[in-house]
């Protein structure tokens, strides 16, 4: 895929349509168009397309900011679930890079659904931040110490299967929606006794101090690309996609392209909650996967390893193929 998208880079356009390297601000006193960078307006969103900003102006790259409201933004009376996802923090964003009017999305890899757009491609994945969940509370440091009947807050089909398989009853998993200041202004009004979050957003809000532990895998496994960016771009737009090459890892790649294609290929004939979790290490490449049961009594997990310089989707599929093998609703 990357050698498709940086073939015969064609450089980009000032506004008299001379060539020009790059995105510089300015060729001879002739004003160029910036890139122009498609994000949500949350304020976890902004922060993560203010550090792409950031990246590209480190390269002499202008950037312009472009907010786009999205159906998960506009729709907060209703569970994820419910007002249809995959692709409810995503669609509005993708339309606007296939009518060309950003450059470059910039998303959380865990809201970007698997199933590939014509003419956009994920061009490039930098370096993950945590993929861990996080326990917040106010009145325990982990879950278990929790009082029976307590409130846990998430808006997570995973997160609330796996909490039921290694809880059960023992309390009252019940959903919430709303940016990560929203749910925890929700739990300091009472309205819950703990919320499982994830550990990269609240970091990268500076909100470190609300976590009172982790849920640490193969305990709690993660969602497929947590903790992750993705920037995507329109397949022929290879001079964006070769900007971006400087800020891939290849090892956060590897990862998460081999959880989104077991998750891809799951979702062929699968609707249960879906964990995985890629890692790197010694230039091989492990990936555990786990399905869940929706009432979270059983947890399928498979785990299989392959040398960093193989496909990792290859990967991804083989463990999707044994999962599926293994799952019983």
């Known amino acids: 895929m990357l050698g498709v998208l940086l073939a015969h880079v064609r450089p980009f356009a000032c506004e008299m349509d001379r060539p020009t390297p790059m995105f510089p601000t300015r060729i001879n006193n002739t004003p160029c168009r910036p890139l122009r960078l498609g994000t949500r307006g949350s304020t976890l969103a902004r922060w993560q ?11 002499g790259i202008a950037v312009e900011m472009v907010i786009i409201a999205t159906s998960g933004d506009i729709i907060q009376n209703e569970s994820i679930v419910s007002i249809g996802a995959p692709g409810v923090f995503t669609k509005e964003i993708q339309r606007a890079l296939l009518e060309n009017r950003i450059d470059l999305a910039v998303h959380s890899l865990k809201d970007l659904p698997t199933e590939p757009i014509a003419g956009l491609a994920l061009a490039a994945v930098p370096t993950r931040a945590s993929f861990r969940d996080a326990f917040v509370s106010l009145m325990a440091e982990r879950i278990e110490d929790l009082p029976r009947g307590a409130r846990i807050g998430t808006g997570s089909l995973r997160r609330k299967t796996q909490l039921l398989h290694h809880f059960g009853n ?11 200041e929203t749910r925890l202004r929700k739990l300091k009004q009472g309205a819950y006794e703990a919320l499982i979050l994830a550990e990269a957003g609240l970091l990268r809000l500076g909100l470190a101090d609300s976590i009172r532990s982790l849920l640490e895998p193969p305990f709690f496994l993660p969602a497929v690309g947590q903790g992750a960016l993705g920037w995507e771009v329109r397949t022929e737009d290879r001079q964006t996609a070769e900007v971006l090459q400087p800020l891939n890892d290849p090892a956060t790649w590897a990862a998460v392209f081999a959880e989104r294609a077991m998750l891809r290929k799951l979702q062929g004939g699968c ?11 010694d230039a091989t490449l492990t990936l555990h996967g786990r399905i869940l049961s929706l009432d979270g009594t059983n947890a399928f997990d498979a785990t299989q390893s392959a040398p960093l310089s193989d496909n990792p989707e290859t990967l991804g599929i083989n463990v999707a193929e044994e999962l599926t093998t293994l799952y019983r609703p």
Do not use: C, F
């Open 49 to 59: 397309a203010n550090w792409t900003a950031e990246q590209l102006r480190a390269q």
């Open 271 to 281: 609707s249960a909650p879906i964990a995985a979790l890629g890692m790197v290490k």
């Open 170 to 180: 023992q309390y009252h998993i019940e959903d919430i929606r709303g940016n990560v």
